[in-house]
Structures are given as C-alpha cells and as structure tokens.
C-alpha cells in the first residue's frame, strides 16, 4: 500500500472556480511535504514545501494546508485557469537530510474546462 | 525555467539496442536523481549520486546503469533494451539531500521500445 494517497484520482472543474486536492500520509518519521504540478510531457515543478511547524503556505493562487496530527494535507487552487490543467503530486519526506527518502503519491489530475 | 536538460525528448527503438539518455545541470548540485514514472503511477527512484564518481541504485530495481564523472552529467543507459523498458525517465538534482530541499527535474525522456 502506498504510503501516500491522493484523492480524487481526476477532476475537471470549470475556469474560475476553485478546487480543493487532498493528501493523506503513514509516512513516519515526517519531515516535510511538497506539492509538485506536472504539466503533461513536462517534469514536476515544485509548488510548496512545508515542515512539521507549518500548517499553510501559499504560492499565488495555491494554497497548501498541512496538518501533521492527522497526516493530511491539501492544496486549494483558486480562480482555476486553463493553464491548471495539469497532475498535482504530493511527496513526502521521512528526514530533512541527504539520507531522506521521499515517498510519491501518484497524483491527482486536474482539467480546467473553459 | 529549470536548468537541466534531458535528451532526447522522445525516442522510439527496436528491442535489444543500447540507447543512453542524458541529464545535464548548470546548477552545480552535488545531488543527482533518475526517477521512472509510468502512466498514472507515482514516481519510483531507481538511481541517484551524490557526487562525482559516486552512483547508488535506488529503490525500484532498474536493468539501467547511470555513471557520473562529471558533477553537471549524469547519463543513464541501457545496455540492451527490451519493450518492459518502455517508460518516462525523469532525471532531477537537488543541492542538498532529498530529504531536506526540493527536486529540480528535467523535462524527462519518453522511451518506447517495440
């Protein structure tokens, strides 16, 4: 079983609204979270990075929450545009160090119609 | 825009060629990755360095050898390849560990072989 799981698996929302993808993790020990977006074809490109002492940080019109207590976290995305349309990943890290591993969801995908 | 660079983009071989894809950064990092990633599916490690002439294997078990004699270069090859090679390869590099300081990833490399 994956030790990190996202939901929903897709999604298609319409441009200019907002949507919530959510993270749930066993990972342990934790030491941080990051949210990726990968555009199709493309490599992953970092969104948010946040550590056990952070419970939001915001980039733009993302929006990531994290609660450690219950081992989830989300990403809101508000005033969705086309260019959204992508797969958001989350990744999860058991040591702030060279010898931490991540752990990889298998990411949720996001189509923004117009 | 990141600065590492995957070739080639795509490529599409006969089963037992012997091809190399190269992952090249300007960044300086000491930290260089190849991930594997299939449709749908989460990122899988299967090689990674952490300096010059330095080479790990990674979690998933690859039949891919990777060499680093240079810091800026990492290629990754496959002596004879066969269609369960038929994957994206994406190449990152990170100037700390993993664990503690995001990826930066490459476009990737689409191989298909028949």
């Known amino acids: 079983k994956n030790q990190v799981e996202q939901s929903p698996q897709s999604l298609i929302i319409l441009e200019g609204k907002n949507c919530t993808l959510q993270?749930?993790?066993?990972?342990?020990?934790?030491?941080?979270l990051r949210w990726y977006k990968q555009d199709t074809g493309r490599g992953p490109v970092s969104l948010t990075i946040?550590?056990?002492?952070?419970n939001t940080k915001s980039n733009g019109r993302y929006t990531a929450t994290l609660d450690a207590d219950t081992k989830q976290s989300s990403l809101h995305i508000t005033a969705s545009q086309l260019s959204d349309s992508a797969s958001y990943i989350c990744v999860v890290s058991d040591r702030g160090s060279t010898l931490g591993r991540l752990y990889f969801g298998r990411g949720t995908q996001l189509t923004v119609w117009p | 825009e990141a600065d590492i660079y995957q070739t080639p983009r795509y490529l599409v071989i006969g089963t037992g060629k012997k091809i190399t894809l190269e992952c090249s950064q300007t960044?300086?990092?000491?930290?260089m990755y190849w991930y594997q990633q299939d449709p749908g599916m989460e990122l899988h490690l299967i090689h990674y360095s952490y300096g010059v002439n330095s080479t790990e294997k990674g979690d998933l078990s690859s039949e891919s050898t990777v060499s680093r004699i240079r810091t800026e270069h990492f290629p990754l090859t496959l002596e004879s390849a066969r269609p369960s090679h038929t994957s994206q390869y994406l190449c990152a590099s990170s100037d700390a560990g993993a664990g503690a300081n995001v990826l930066t990833f490459g476009a990737g490399s689409r191989l298909t072989v028949l």
């Open positions: 946040m550590t056990f002492s952070e």
């Open positions: 960044m300086g990092h000491d930290k």
């Open positions: 993270c749930n993790y066993t990972v342990s020990p934790f030491s941080n």
